[in-house]
């Protein structure tokens, strides 16, 4: 079974500032992808970024990026000019491919930002 | 707004109850997901159903079961209901050709008293 372990149950950063948020995971496939999101106050879920693991580059959305070590099994986020907006939870996430089997995501337990003006 | 959507938002019973929550996937697809998400258990997958038919189950409880009707909307239906079923309740949707992204509704706040 998979299982993804976030260690920074809380973390906060100053507006305009970059936060890395960690995530590390295990499993024995070598084909998944990886996933951020996250969950501000309105307690949606939203999606950040996906990463794919057969992908070298590492991913970008806007101010969003992270950085994939897929030896290390290791998937970080980070946030580049912060804004208070950003304050949520994030949740890292894995997925094995889709096949019919079905799939499900496995979430990590999360990391509480606070992004003070 | 992901195009997923859950009804009711919040939902407030008492123990020994039945419920039935309810979600509309995205536009074209097919996948429908639930998810709970409790305080001592955080973000848990419960059960998938593709096109009509169970795909994938999680943790799901026995008192629990789940449905895809031919519209391609769910419902969770969630009976004998205890104290510890009082947890945020997800419905995601994706289109499984799309390397299986999930797009979450807003969720059902349930509450059993």
């Known amino acids: 079974a998979q299982t993804v372990t976030q260690s920074q149950p809380e973390m906060s950063v100053q507006e305009a500032e970059t936060v890395t948020l960690s995530c590390t995971y295990d499993?024995?496939?070598?084909?998944?992808?990886l996933f951020w999101y996250k969950q501000p106050p309105s307690r949606q879920m939203i999606l950040v970024i996906r990463?794919?693991?057969?992908?070298?580059q590492n991913a970008t959305e806007n101010r969003f990026s992270v950085n994939f070590q897929k030896a290390a099994k290791s998937f970080s986020l980070k946030i580049s000019d912060s804004q208070l907006g950003d304050t949520a939870m994030y949740f890292c996430a894995f997925m094995k491919p889709p096949n019919r089997h079905g799939s499900r995501l496995t979430f990590g337990e999360g990391t509480q930002l606070t992004v003070n003006p | 707004d992901s195009g997923v959507t859950q009804t009711p938002k919040h939902l407030i019973t008492a123990t020994g109850q039945r419920v039935t929550l309810r979600c509309s996937p995205r536009?074209?697809?097919?996948?429908v997901y639930w998810y709970q998400q409790s305080l001592d258990q955080g973000l848990q997958f419960l059960i998938q159903?593709?096109?009509?038919?169970?795909?994938a189950k999680g943790n799901i409880l026995e008192r629990f079961s789940a449905q895809q009707f031919p519209d391609l909307h769910s419902e969770l239906n969630l009976s004998s209901l205890e104290l510890g079923d009082s947890a945020l309740y997800f419905c995601a949707s994706s289109v499984v050709l799309d390397g299986g992204t999930q797009y979450f509704g807003p969720g059902t706040r349930l509450t059993v008293l």
């Open positions: 990463q794919e693991a057969y992908k070298q």
């Open positions: 159903y593709y096109n009509g038919e169970e795909r």
């Open positions: 536009s074209g697809d097919l996948s």
């Open positions: 499993t024995s496939e070598n084909n998944y992808y």
